[in-house]
């Protein structure tokens, strides 16, 4: 029997999972992979091998939708029933907020899974879902050890000018300030970058997913990022609004339009581009529309990227690498296209044969910026953390020897 992890990573429009065993030795093994993604339309669950061999596939059929919940007890299920000589000994969960008490990553209890229940007051789409899997494992296998990996952690590095909001001292001592977001796989990106572009100091992730963001990194640390209180504003998302001045929201609130509880349902579900384009939120669906209202989506999102890389080249006092990761930063060349293509001005010159292929490099050699796609490994950041924490925690360890049996996979 082999003692596993398993690292789960809710992300709004997909539930990812990894299993990877203990290793005394360094960095936790992959033993399989797998997600469920576009959940919300047509869900479908894929999972791999250690080398992307398709071990199960499943759908659930167009115009289906299946929420968090539903899809965590499909990956316990076919863990439980398919995979072989596996014991699960701990689980490590992505967690977007750790709020002012969890700055890294921590040991589960009780205690704290109801304080970062009580931070969906400020994240409430992500947050209440990741908890929820936290609360899920607990409840199906007690004991079992489980650690929380926080999106919020990395970018405890920017500086104070970076997390405050110009806002009164009441306003900012409740709790209002810049958290950002996508800090896991910020944090994978930030430890390949020194065997990708070792010289490269200046540097912009754009991590664009179901959700998307920005990135300003100085020697691999945030100093910038474009979710801010909220995992809400910078970007356009899927459904997400992305920024939107505060002065149109007072006003729709104003004219009663809606109350705070429908103007959150419009801003995290119906916005971004689902919203501007009026057929759908996935990329995949807007690139193959001729329809204008999808192509014009697709060009408000370039533009967002395109304003926020230039405001980024100067807080960081100019630009050695530009990185693209996530679902769309991995798949889509029309998207790193039009935005190499604005960054002209920067000294960015596009390889596009190597775009068309996902990269690594998509710049050509005289490129002054260099260009890549690096995929992330969210789950990997989390196993390695939840091992950490296991193997160096006592009280863990008790645990893991009491409850040795508790969750046994075939
Ligand atoms: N080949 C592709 N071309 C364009 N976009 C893609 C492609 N494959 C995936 N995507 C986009 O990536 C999104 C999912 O990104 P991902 O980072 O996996 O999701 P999540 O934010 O849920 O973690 C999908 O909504 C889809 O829009
Ligand atoms: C923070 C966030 O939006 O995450 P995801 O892209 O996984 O939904
Ligand atoms: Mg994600």
Partial sequence: MTDAIIAINAGSTSLKFGAYGMSAAGSPPLLCRGQIDSMQDAPHFSARNPIGKSLDQHDWGTGHAIDHKEALRFVITWLESNVSAMKVVAAGHRILLGGSRFEVPARIDADMLDYLESLAEVEPSHQTFNVLGARALAETFPGLPQIACFDSSFHKTMPEVAKTYALPKDVRDAGVRHWGYHGISYDYIARQLPHIVPQARRVIVAHLGGGSSMCAMLDGRSVETTMGFAALSGLPMATRSGDVPPGALLYLLRRKLFDGKSLEEMLYHRAGLLGLSGIS?????????????????????????????????????????????????????????ALCDKLAWLGV???????????????????????WVVPTDEELMIAQHTQALVMHDDNASKITSQSSGAFHLK
């Fill in 281 to 337: 939120g996935d990329m995949r669906v807007l690139q193959e529309s001729a329809d204008s209202r999808a192509v014009a989506a697709v060009e408000h999102f370039v533009h967002a990227m395109t304003k926020y890389t230039g405001a980024y080249t100067a807080v960081l006092g100019g630009l050695d690498a530009f990185v693209f990761t996530a679902g769309i930063g991995e798949h889509s060349a029309p998207v790193r296209a």
């Fill in 349 to 371: 010159t596009l390889d596009e044969q190597a775009n068309a292929a996902n990269g690594p490099r998509i710049s050509t050699p005289d490129s002054r910026v260099s260009v």
